[in-house]
């Protein structure tokens, strides 16, 4: 990856594109990089239709809350921290709670989905399967 090389650049906190105007949004690994994660979180779910959905891929550790200090600038310091120099966070346990308020609903007692026309959170059950020891015969 080089810096400034995509085809297309976006900000993730302010689209130019029309509310409920995306059936589909995927984002894989870009929430940890943005400070203002919530601002994007809003901003994804403004974009998707009635019936939309989303898979938000994040790096998630749930055995605490998220973990995150937009004070620490140092990539040295982020990257022992948050697993990558350009990391503000890792996710935790309340990363379905941060999809619900960005959605503005109450976070469901199943933490891997948000059922409104909006996020499939999938991160609790790729933790789970990320934690599975495999079965001895």
């Known amino acids: 990856y080089e810096a400034g090389k995509a085809d297309l650049q976006l900000d993730l906190t302010k689209l130019a594109q ?6 589909v949004l995927i984002a894989y690994h ?5 400070i203002d994660d919530g601002a994007a979180m809003r901003e994804m779910f403004r974009l998707l239709r009635p019936g939309g959905w989303a898979i938000l891929m994040v790096p998630i550790d749930v055995s605490g809350p ?3 200090d937009l004070t620490i600038t140092d990539p ?3 990257e022992r921290l948050f697993g ?14 941060r999809l619900a308020e960005a959605a503005r609903v109450e976070p469901t007692r199943r933490a891997e989905t948000i059922p409104v026309s909006g996020f499939v959170a999938m991160a609790r059950e790729l933790a789970d399967i990320r ?6 015969v």
Not at 18 to 23: G, I, N, V
Not at 30 to 34: N, R
Not at 84 to 97: K, L, V
């Open 18 to 23: 029309p509310d409920a105007s995306w059936d």
């Open 66 to 68: 998220t973990r995150e």
């Open 76 to 78: 040295k310091e982020r």
């Open 84 to 97: 990558q120099h350009d990391h503000w966070r890792i996710y935790g346990s309340d990363y379905p709670a």
């Open 131 to 136: 934690n599975t020891k495999p079965n001895t």
């Open 30 to 34: 870009i929430l940890e990089h943005i």
